[in-house]
């Protein structure tokens, strides 16, 4: 080889090499997802998430990717799931359901974590402040909790004959204290009185619907909590079998034949942390990211169950309906 010949090739070589560097893809980064429920139960608040994550600029699969840790139910395997996502080192995790704040809050003080929570977080812990979290911590908060009063005064509206309301709270759950101070307030600010029934799982439910029948509750009031979340349409088919008009959060409820729910919106909540999540990958922190609240709030009433409980709901309450199903 002669020395043009030699020189020639180096430099070829030399200016190939920075050019096939950029040529390689960049790895996507990774978002863990951690939810306390169920794919089957809450798998469809994926897409609110994922709009959200879209008004910034990421696709999953396209410039992100987006790995799904669900607990179906069993809080106690939170905390390894959130240790999975950190041995995993993902971007960002995605708290999404109030018993995953905390979990995830103790998994790692580094990776920047977005929550979606029914309750208060600074009372929860997750946060020192709304307008500045400070910390790894920001994210996105419901009305949930703080309406106990309002589903206590719709049943009451519905059931107008009634005297005493049943209340059911899990005593094992992380809203137990906030959501029944919330209904002792609502029972005391209405003048009715409620009986507090407790169930932590399906067993209880049993027990829960037969002391109804004998303190003679007219109605039931199910307080915020993911596990009544996941058991939604067993206890929707529990009321509807025991002659009880009921009222809780989601629309999942009244779908599943429950007589109405009324709460904020989550799916409202999942798209703003999925623009935070998506802001956050772009390189801002969670400490300037103050906690938002989605004030939107939704009634769902199901005419079919209301006819069978022999219940004419007032037209004023059908039209506040965001959906009246039939």
């Known amino acids: 080889m002669d020395r043009r010949t030699f020189i020639s090739t180096m430099a070829g070589g030399l200016l190939a090499t920075p050019l096939a560097a950029e040529a390689q893809p960049r790895a996507m980064p990774v978002i863990g997802f951690l939810n306390g429920a169920s794919a089957e139960l809450s798998g469809h608040y994926v897409r609110p998430f994922l709009q959200g994550l879209s008004e910034t600029g990421y696709v999953e699969g396209r410039n992100v990717t987006i790995e799904f840790r669900w607990a179906?139910?069993?809080y106690d395997q939170l905390p390894a799931l959130a240790a999975d996502l950190v041995r995993r080192q993902?971007?960002?995790i995605a708290a999404t359901s109030t018993p995953t704040g905390l979990p995830a809050k103790a998994a790692t003080t580094t990776i920047p974590i977005v929550f979606v929570t029914g309750s208060d977080p600074i009372e929860q812990g997750l946060v020192t402040s709304m307008n500045r979290p400070g910390g790894n911590l920001t994210g996105a908060t419901t009305l949930a909790?703080?309406?106990?009063q309002k589903r206590l005064e719709l049943l009451r509206e519905v059931v107008p004959a009634a005297t005493l309301f049943g209340v059911l709270l899990n005593p094992t759950g992380p809203n137990l204290k906030a959501v029944s101070r919330d209904l002792q307030t609502?029972?005391?600010i209405a003048g009715l009185p409620i009986h507090v029934l407790h169930?932590?799982?399906e067993?209880?439910?049993d027990t829960v619907f037969a002391t109804l029948g004998q303190v003679r509750a007219s109605a039931l009031v199910i307080g915020t909590d993911t596990f009544f979340n996941s058991q939604g349409r067993k206890l929707a088919a529990l009321t509807v079998r025991h002659g009880v008009p009921a009222i809780y959060q989601y629309r999942e409820f009244a779908a599943a034949g429950?007589?109405?729910s009324y709460g904020g919106s989550i799916t409202d909540a999942y798209r703003m942390a999925g623009v935070y999540t998506g802001r956050i990958l772009k390189g801002e922190k969670p400490s300037d990211l103050p906690?938002?609240?989605s004030t939107k709030a939704e009634l769902f009433i199901n005419l079919k169950t209301a006819k069978k409980l022999g219940i004419a709901i007032p037209p004023s309450i059908l039209l506040r309906a965001e959906e009246v199903i039939e």
């Open 145 to 148: 909790v703080e309406m106990g």
């Open 258 to 260: 429950g007589l109405m």
């Open 90 to 92: 993902v971007a960002v």
């Open 186 to 188: 609502a029972s005391r």
């Open 203 to 205: 067993r209880d439910f």
């Open 72 to 74: 179906n139910g069993q």
């Open 199 to 201: 169930a932590s799982t």
């Open 291 to 293: 906690v938002q609240q």
